[in-house]
């Protein structure tokens, strides 16, 4: 979350940051709390609908250098203890997935962009399939994004959520002939419970990153303020213990 306190705003993310030492003194905070920066593995994210399994390979792509970091995916998973996996976030849908019985853990970054191209389903459905996750144990976390009456689209965007295989239609609320209002997390929700993740699993986010401007990092609002070169981003992380319980936040 953002904190004008800290280095940056508190912001993580070393591939839009203003003070890249910055960056790099909050995820040293942040490390005393969870595990080691060499152990972490993070992605830089592009919109795709791609999703890569962490093994201890990784650990330390993307920790201290942007250029390492795992690339071209918008979602991690892992099922091994001591690695700490993230995505960053700004008014992009931040997804914390895990299974405590498995374990494994995983986070995913949905734009409006990769809800077209159903990245949470692709995602979840081949952990199920691979039985990484079983719906009834798996607990489903958003981060803060544009919520529905913040999240406005044009016409070309509306057209491309309406070729989803899914029914869109709740989602959408038209405001002019060209313009609507988009339901982000709404749909990523409708996603989940398709495959049979019980409701009370899934755990919306009630922070609007257009309104929340105090704790919260917004690119259509730094737009708008022009108060910064560059916007921060959210990180949405997960680890699974050694004693295999999956840590989260």
Not at 53 to 77: C, P, Q, R, W
Request: charged share 25%.
């Amino acid at each position: 979350m953002k904190d004008r306190t800290k280095p940056d705003q508190n912001n993580m993310a070393l591939h839009v940051s203003n003070d890249p030492q910055g960056v790099l003194e909050n995820r040293r905070q942040l490390e005393k709390e969870t595990l080691p920066l060499d152990r972490w593995a993070l992605a830089w994210q592009k919109h795709t609908d791609q999703f890569y399994h962490v093994t201890h390979k990784d650990i330390g792509k993307g920790a201290f250098d942007k250029h390492t970091s795992i690339l071209n995916v918008d979602a991690l998973y892992t099922t091994e203890p001591e690695i700490l996996i993230g995505v960053f976030t700004a008014d992009c849908l931040g997804i914390l997935v895990y299974d405590p019985t498995t374990p494994c853990v995983c986070t995913i970054h949905s734009g409006w962009k990769g809800t077209v191209q159903k990245i949470t389903d692709k995602t979840v459905s081949h952990l199920i399939q691979k039985q990484l996750l079983h719906p009834q144990t798996t607990q489903v976390y958003f981060g803060p994004s544009l919520q529905f009456d913040s999240l406005e689209i044009g016409q070309d965007v509306i057209e491309q959520i309406q070729t989803i295989d899914m029914d869109t239609a709740p989602f959408l609320k038209q405001i002019s002939d060209d313009k609507a209002l988009f339901d982000n997390q709404g749909l990523n929700i409708q996603m989940l419970k398709d495959l049979k993740i019980p409701l009370e699993n899934i755990h919306p986010s009630s922070y609007d990153t257009l309104k929340d401007t105090q704790d919260t990092f917004s690119y259509r609002m730094n737009n708008r303020l022009k108060e910064f070169p560059k916007c921060g981003e959210h990180f949405i992380y997960g680890y699974i213990q050694k004693n295999a319980s999956a840590k989260t936040s």
